[in-house]
């Protein structure tokens, strides 16, 4: 054992708002989470992500670096957030000058299992189980697929 170092989930250097539910084990750091935001299970969020109020975040969710998540969201079960594009053809390994940024609007609702890369969603947007978004969003609406189309208008 002498060769391993375990580590336990942890919540630190994090600033919440009111009456916040989170369920453990998480891993929350550096982060800011507004009023009335739920965390469950299994899911990591790393520093400087902003969490707008009202926010629900299901379990086994992955909130990389630089994505800030605006009012009344709901982002479902094993939705994955990606910073790093492989700009280099390979990954950043930590240069952070190389990854981009994601901007969650309010009242967006983005289903299980999609995969979110650096991108823009407007308000109002519908983001369905397992798409995957490639390019930003700026209309209301339902989208889906991969790469996630409009499905419909709002």
């Given at each position: ?93 930590g240069n952070k000058s190389l ?41 209301p609406g339902k989208y889906a ?10």
């Amino acid at each position: 054992m002498d060769r391993v170092n375990f580590k336990n989930s942890e919540i630190k250097d994090t600033k919440f708002g009111i009456s916040c539910s989170i369920v453990k084990p998480v891993n929350i750091y550096s982060a800011e989470i507004g009023d009335k935001v739920f965390i469950g299970p299994f899911v990591e969020i790393q520093k400087g992500v902003k969490i707008g109020n009202n926010t629900r975040i299901q379990s086994h969710s992955f909130i990389c670096e630089l994505v800030t998540i605006g009012e009344n969201c709901f982002i479902g079960h094993g939705v994955m957030f990606i910073n790093d594009l492989f700009k280099n053809n390979g990954p950043s390994n930590g240069n952070k000058s190389l990854w981009s940024k994601t901007e969650i609007g309010r009242n967006v609702s983005i289903g299980s299992n999609a995969t979110i890369l650096p991108v823009k969603i407007c308000d109002e947007a519908i983001i369905g189980a397992g798409a995957v978004v490639t390019k930003d969003i700026s209309l209301p609406g339902k989208y889906a697929g991969n790469p996630a189309v409009m499905l419909k208008k709002k």
